[in-house]
């Protein structure tokens, strides 16, 4: 990183323009391969370039030939990068050349990335992470970077590196993702807490600070609730006032023989292996019934009340479908026939046999 030089004004402008020469050309490229439905040859891709380089310089002499002569000295102070014509030996080397000068932008301002990611350490993410972020955003910058606006690429840059760093801090320092709103206004509370602080000289009370932050103190609790960090169920615990490492009788244990959350905090529920596979059983129950006729479903969904959880009587069932009780019985005798047929509900009973 230290071993490449910084970049004049006047070369950043050389290699900004040869990566707009890149980035020209490939979504050329990317539009031709969409109408084609693959990827086009150096040919087509090198015709279809030299098709719209074509119309852009029709279009520039039209422009020329209506604007002053004044127009005209200022248009050829910069002398055109490419020929008229591109053939394709000049496609791929001036492909090569623009990718160079892509590399060597980013790794001459790699520096500033370390800069700003210094400034974002210890928020969840380790410092090689938001370097790595950073770069992205400087990859980002460096593709939209208009050298003609007369600024430097670094001034460019900053705001690229630091919104991809943030953005990154939001998506992935925390264990259950905030959304990027709640993050921003997350960190307005920490902002306004050491104002507020700094001004009254002691820490402030939810009021003054939910009235600062124009919320109310029910808001302003909620989100100090979901900043707190997640904690894991193996985090030793210290219980009853005894040190980590102790125990009274036996029990579970921690892998160094800690007592863990999960000893002192027992979950009556099912076990995500549960629901996952009740999720599955409903999936499968689904698939079955869907052998049955129309009519065959509705009845048996309704008399187990698989479709509100509440199950019916066969007369009630004969009223929604103004039939009489002993003919909804047949339904649901055939339809219940049909699902106790083993080349129907064999899925059905891999779920009996691991139980």
């Known amino acids: 990183m230290g071993n490449h ?3 004049r004004a006047s070369e950043e402008i ?3 323009r040869q990566i707009r020469i890149l980035l020209q050309w490939e979504e050329i490229r990317e539009g031709l391969e969409s109408n084609l439905e693959r990827p086009p040859s150096y040919l087509e891709w090198c015709n279809a370039i030299n098709e719209k380089r074509a119309k852009e310089m ?6 020329t030939a209506d604007s002053d002569n004044t127009f005209q000295v200022a248009a050829e102070v910069t002398p055109p990068l490419l020929p008229d014509v591109i ?6 080397k001036q492909v090569r050349k623009s990718k160079k000068a892509k590399r060597a932008m980013i790794e001459s301002n790699l520096r500033l990335v370390v800069s700003i990611a210094k400034r974002y350490q210890h928020r969840g993410l380790s410092f090689q992470d938001l370097c790595q972020e950073g770069t992205l955003g400087l990859m980002k910058a460096t593709e939209k970077f ?5 600024f430097r690429l670094s001034t460019y840059a900053t705001w690229w590196i630091k919104q991809s760093i943030m ?7 925390r264990t259950i993702r ?15 807490t050491r104002e507020l602080s700094n001004t009254l000289g002691r820490n402030p009370t939810h009021d003054e600070l939910a009235t600062t932050m124009g919320m109310t103190v029910e808001k302003l609790r909620f989100l100090e609730s979901a900043s707190k960090p997640a904690v894991s ?9 005894r040190a980590k490492g102790s125990s009274a009788g036996g029990g579970a244990s921690g892998p160094n023989g800690d007592v863990t959350l999960l000893d002192s905090i027992k979950d009556l529920g099912p076990s995500p292996a549960e629901l996952t596979e009740s999720a599955m059983l409903k999936d499968d129950v689904e698939k079955l019934l869907c052998t049955l006729s129309e009519r065959e479903q509705q009845v048996v969904k309704m008399r187990f009340g698989l479709d509100d959880g509440k199950a019916k009587t066969l007369e009630e069932i004969g009223n929604v479908f103004s039939v009489t009780r002993e003919r909804i019985r047949q339904i649901e005798a055939r339809a219940l026939h049909k699902l106790r047929q083993p080349y129907r509900n064999h899925k059905l009973r891999e779920y009996l046999e691991t139980e």
Request: glycine share 6%.
């Open 14 to 16: 050389v290699l900004a």
């Open 167 to 173: 953005r990154a801090i939001a998506d992935q320092s």
């Open 5 to 7: 030089e910084l970049l």
């Open 58 to 63: 029709e279009f520039e002499a039209e422009e």
């Open 178 to 192: 905030l959304p990027v709103h709640v993050h921003d206004q997350l960190n307005a509370i920490k902002k306004n």
């Open 233 to 241: 169920f193996e985090s030793p615990r210290n219980v009853g006032g």
């Open 146 to 150: 208009d050298p003609d606006k007369g």
């Open 87 to 92: 053939d394709v030996p000049l496609l791929k």
